[in-house]
C-alpha cells in the first residue's frame, strides 16, 4: 500500500513564526497535493505539484508557498503564520500516469497547527 | 475554475437505500471521485467516474452524467458505519493544471437505527 506521512500530526505556533509541514510518500508518485480543511468549508487545495520543482497554484495559495525538491517529498510552507491558517492540513499523492487507478489521490494522517 | 455542491447533510436509516447528489462546473473536465471521510480520519478513495454511466462495486455504484454535470454516489444495505463525511472531487483544469483535484464542502451522512 502506498504510504504518505506526514511530519508532525499536531503543532502549535506563534504569529509571525515561519512554519514547514512536510509531506513524504514512498510509492514513487508523480503528483503531491497540499489541502487545508475547516468546518464548512472541506477541503481547499493549497498547491500542487505534478513533478520535481514544477508546482501549480491551488485555490487557496495566498500565504503559502512549496518546495518539490525530490519526487518523494513535498514540503508546505507558512513564511509568517496568521492565526487564520489554523487548520487540519492534509497532503496526498496519486501516480499520476497509467490509467483510471493512477489518478486516485492517497491521503496522509493530516497535520494539526494552531497559530496563536 | 470548478464549482462542486453536494447537500450538507443527509439522515438516512439502517438498511435502506440513499443517493448522494453531486453537480459541478468545471473548466476542464479529467474525471469525478468520491470519497469517503469518517470524522478525525484522513479521507479515503470510494469511486472513480470518467465515462457517463454507473460504476458498481459492493454496496457503493457511483453514476455520472458529464453532459449535465452530475453525479451521484447510492449506498445500499446502510450500516452504522456507513455514517461519514462523503465527498465529491472533480479533477481537471487547463493546460498544466489538468492535474488539480477539486473537492466539494462534503455531505454528512448520519445513520440512523
Known amino acids: 500500500d502506498v504510504k504518505v506521512t506526514q511530519s508532525s500530526r499536531y503543532l502549535v505556533k506563534r504569529t509571525g513564526e515561519k512554519v514547514f509541514l512536510e509531506c513524504v510518500q514512498d510509492?514513487?508518485?508523480?503528483?503531491m497535493f497540499w489541502y487545508r480543511q475547516d468546518p464548512g468549508l472541506g477541503l481547499r487545495l493549497i498547491y500542487f505539484?505534478?513533478?520535481?520543482?514544477?508546482?501549480e497554484k491551488g485555490d487557496i495559495p495566498e500565504g503559502y508557498s512549496v518546495s518539490r525538491e525530490k519526487k518523494e517529498r513535498f514540503s508546505l510552507i507558512l513564511e509568517s503564520a496568521s492565526t487564520n491558517q489554523t487548520s487540519m492540513y492534509l497532503c496526498?499523492?496519486?501516480?499520476?500516469?497509467?490509467?483510471?487507478?493512477?489518478?486516485?489521490?492517497?491521503f496522509g494522517a493530516g497535520s494539526r497547527l494552531t497559530v496563536l | 475554475g470548478q464549482n462542486i455542491d453536494q447537500p450538507t447533510e443527509m439522515t438516512a436509516t439502517e438498511g435502506a437505500i440513499v443517493q448522494i447528489n453531486c453537480t459541478y462546473q468545471t473548466s476542464g473536465f479529467n474525471g469525478l471521485f468520491w470519497y469517503q471521510q469518517h470524522a478525525g480520519e484522513a479521507p479515503t478513495f470510494l469511486s472513480y467516474?470518467?465515462?457517463?454511466g454507473l460504476e458498481e462495486k459492493g454496496r457503493f455504484s457511483s453514476f455520472l452524467s458529464r453532459s449535465k454535470g452530475y453525479s451521484y454516489l447510492l449506498l445500499k444495505e446502510l450500516q452504522m458505519k456507513d455514517s461519514a463525511s462523503y465527498l465529491c472531487?472533480?479533477?481537471?483544469?487547463?493546460?498544466?493544471?489538468?492535474?488539480?483535484?477539486?473537492f466539494g464542502t462534503g455531505t454528512k451522512l448520519q445513520v440512523i437505527p
Open positions: 467516474n470518467v465515462l457517463d
Open positions: 472531487a472533480v479533477r481537471g483544469g487547463n493546460s498544466g493544471g489538468y492535474q488539480k483535484v477539486t
Open positions: 496526498a499523492s496519486s501516480l499520476g500516469t497509467g490509467g483510471a487507478g493512477a489518478n486516485v489521490l492517497t
Open positions: 510509492m514513487d508518485h508523480e503528483n
Open positions: 505539484s505534478y513533478d520535481v520543482k514544477m508546482k
